[in-house]
């Protein structure tokens, strides 16, 4: 071992959360030693995620709740959705593999349930824990539903050829339960005898001969004062959900976490015999990031903790390896629930229809920012009502906020339809034109948008609503943003690639660190899904690689670094 690591293990992972933690269980399994950093205490935002995770082709939960699916339905449909994102053979080989990466998951404690959710909803309530959680129904009605296209629009209409199946796999857990399927992986984690070093921050690479990354040169706040390693973990804890809900807060907040770091944390060197994975998550927390590469996305809610700051993508970078999709952030705007919105008429400024209302949230957000990040949903009396009816019973708390929103202080109400769009500052005569044909078109004439006729409700009983979804802050109805490209990587290995394709040695990465199976579109549950996927064969492969060194030995906890200059910490820098 070299005398300045300081601490050295088979396999180092940077990021514990989803991605991270399945790495290490995938390069535990492989007799691997073992070390996972995290900046903070883990969890990241699996932690504070729906813990949806996509996945079909005939899992025991879609059996038990009477859904045929195959392999090929799936990959049919999220050919659409996924496009060229990864290479047809890497999807196949996620569809085949699904039914088995639920397995796994359950095998490592995370729990689920075939309870089918009966509404297209956002995200269901305590009650159930399967639902479509992504555009498969519209997919499925759209005309010309006739064969996948990779690379078509998210949505472009007439590209579904698979029958419809619910694959969300929702965790099952009361509320939102991303914590407990954290919970349950990093409690698997640390029973393979990996070790955890938390509130220790990857700030560098360390390469070899040839470039091979050989470790990771860290800030880490072991050997710091117990009150600032306590203050560090506690602010941290607290400022987290503020930062979800209201960023500024959430910022302010964090700021003594930060300041902690510089002047407490010092300098760890750590070895890595076989590789080096990065899973430390995305970066919608990183303003200057988002302003270069999705200005589109102004105005939306970062998805993130203050981990996604987009260093798992500098790391990589810095090492010389090349980006992709970072352009491509999802912009959330679900119209359901309550389901009876979906009946509605999304219209931009012009009065001209804007998608298919039916569609999954983020495809939605996707046309509402084509379409300039202004849109309007046209509802009348009948669906106000039933609306309202709904809410009760198809929410879940922060989605009742945002109803009770939509259907009062989010509307501007007339008695015809051009007046409505007057208020609102719609073209009047656009919008009464769209909403005719709309009215005027049978249940057999399929809908130029592609809604199913299920999901078809004319809008002709005044007095009208029209319903701002325009992608712009607001407390109750936030328009979330998650990042979905990162660092490029081998679609066999998850080894990360320069930009002329060769590889970075010893480098890989998974989850939203990295390009993967929802760059492109995402639908819920596909984060997490990738997650798993792109964890475990990012572990897998860092296991298998050739040792830098005869197999090391992981160091025991007792010979773990203690600061090099006791008390050094404590002056400054
Ligand atoms: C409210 C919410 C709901 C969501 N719901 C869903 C859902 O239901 N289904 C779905 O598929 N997706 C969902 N998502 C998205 C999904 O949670 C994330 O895309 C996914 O969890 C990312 O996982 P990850 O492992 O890549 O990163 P993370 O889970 O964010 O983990 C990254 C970790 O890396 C650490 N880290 C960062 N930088 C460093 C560094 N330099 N050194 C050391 N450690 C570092 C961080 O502290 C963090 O713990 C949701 C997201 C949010 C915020």
Redo the contacts with the bound molecule.
């Keep these: 071992m070299p005398p300045d690591w300081d601490v050295e293990a088979d396999v180092v992972v ?7 933690a399945c790495a290490a269980l995938a390069a535990a399994a492989a007799g691997c030693s073992v070390l996972v ?4 205490g ?13 996945a079909g082709g005939g899992t025991p939960q879609q059996r038990a709740a009477g859904v045929t699916d195959t392999p090929e339905a799936m990959f049919g449909y999220l050919s659409t959705e996924v496009g060229d994102a990864v290479p047809a053979g890497t999807l196949r080989e996620f569809c085949d593999g699904s039914v088995a990466m639920l397995a796994w998951l359950e095998g490592h404690g995370v729990p689920f349930e075939g309870s089918l959710c009966p509404d297209k909803t956002s ?1 269901p309530t305590n009650r159930h824990y399967l639902y479509y959680s992504g555009s498969e129904l519209s997919a499925a009605a759209a005309p010309g539903a006739a064969a996948a296209a990779p690379g078509a629009a998210a949505d472009a209409p007439g590209t579904g050829a698979a029958p419809p199946a619910p694959r969300g796999h ?1 965790t099952r857990g009361r509320g ?1 339960s ?1 914590g407990l399927l954290y919970a349950r992986l990093a409690a698997a984690v640390r029973g393979t005898g990996a070790r955890v070093l938390t509130q ?4 560098r690479l360390v390469t070899g001969p040839g470039g091979r990354v050989t470790g990771v040169a ?1 800030r880490s706040l072991r050997g710091a004062p117990g009150w600032a390693r306590l203050a560090h973990r506690v602010l941290h804890r607290w400022s987290v959900k503020p930062y ?1 809900y209201v960023p500024k807060a959430g910022r302010l907040l964090h700021r003594p976490v930060a300041w902690l770091e510089r002047r407490y944390a010092r300098a760890l060197r750590v070895g890595a015999a076989r590789g080096v994975v990065l ?4 970066f919608a927390a990183n303003r200057p990031m988002m302003r270069s590469h999705a200005p589109t996305a102004r105005g939306g809610l970062p ?3 203050p ?3 987009g ?2 993508i500098r ?1 990589g970078t810095e090492a010389g390896a090349a980006t992709a999709y970072l352009d491509r952030v999802s912009v959330w705007r679900f119209l359901s629930p309550p389901p009876a919105l979906l009946g509605g008429v999304l219209v931009d400024r012009a009065g001209q229809r804007i998608c298919d209302e039916s569609r999954y949230g983020a495809a939605i957000g996707d046309a509402i920012i084509r379409h300039g990040g202004q849109a309007w949903l046209l509802i009348d009396q009948t669906t106000r009502t039933e609306a309202r009816r709904q809410v009760r019973g198809s929410t879940l708390w922060f989605q009742r906020l945002q109803a009770w929103y939509l259907l009062s202080l989010g509307a501007v109400r007339a008695s015809t339809v051009a007046g409505a769009a007057a208020r609102a500052g719609v073209d009047p005569d656009g919008l009464a034109a769209t909403v005719a044909a709309y009215n005027a078109a049978g249940p057999q004439t399929p809908d130029p948008a592609g809604k199913p006729a299920a999901a078809r409700q004319a809008q002709d009983q005044p007095p009208y609503y029209l319903i701002d979804c325009s992608v712009r802050p607001r407390l109750f109805y936030p328009a ?1 943003v ?1 990042t979905l490209g990162g660092l490029v990587v081998a679609p066999e290995s998850g080894r990360v690639l320069r930009a002329d394709g060769s590889p970075v040695d010893g480098l890989y990465a ?4 990295a390009a993967g199976l ?1 760059s492109r579109s995402y639908v ?6 990738d ?1 798993v996927f792109s ?1 475990r064969r990012a572990g897998r492969s860092a296991a298998a690689a050739q040792a830098l060194l005869p197999r090391v030995r992981f160091i025991p906890w007792r010979a773990w670094p203690v600061p090099r200059a006791p008390g050094r910490c404590r002056g400054r820098r």
């Design positions: 940077v990021g514990f959360g989803a991605a991270g950093l995290d900046r903070f883990g969890g990241g935002a699996t932690a504070l995620s729906g813990g949806v995770v996509y995200y929702r939102t991303g220790t921050a990857a700030e860290c979800l899973a430390a998550g995305g998805l993130a903790t981990g996604d700051d260093s798992g790391l979330p998650l998974a989850g939203r660190s929802c819920s549950g596909l984060s997490l899904a997650c964890g």
